[in-house]
């Protein structure tokens, strides 16, 4: 009989753990919702600061821009077979992370000579 208490009691403590910890993953998963935007806004952003330094001439020297919501980025860019170019950006904020990747078609006229490999902006 007491075995039996015993059991019966660790069975509803365990499942009562189990279903604390899942509400308690629902709860912040739902409070970081708005840190999930700013991290793609910042994945985005990173996007479009490698378009601009890299696709338009006079630009490869062009300073990160600053996020005043604290979210920052870091992009990787490459040279696909000499006819693409491949951009990677991760956004992130807090311990939210949002990955981009666009690929673009360059034509023979764009320069790709002076590529960075990545930057990573605060």
Known sequence: MLLTVLILGGVIIGAASLV???IIYKIRQATDVANSGKAVFAADAGVEYELLRNLKSGEGNRPCPTFKNGARFKTNVD?????ALSIVSIGRTSQIVRIFT????????????????????F
């Open 79 to 83: 040279l696909i077979e000499g006819r």
């Open 20 to 22: 604390s910890s899942l």
């Open 102 to 121: 666009q690929i673009n078609d360059i034509n023979e006229n764009t320069s790709t000579s002076t590529l960075p490999t990545s930057k990573e902006c």
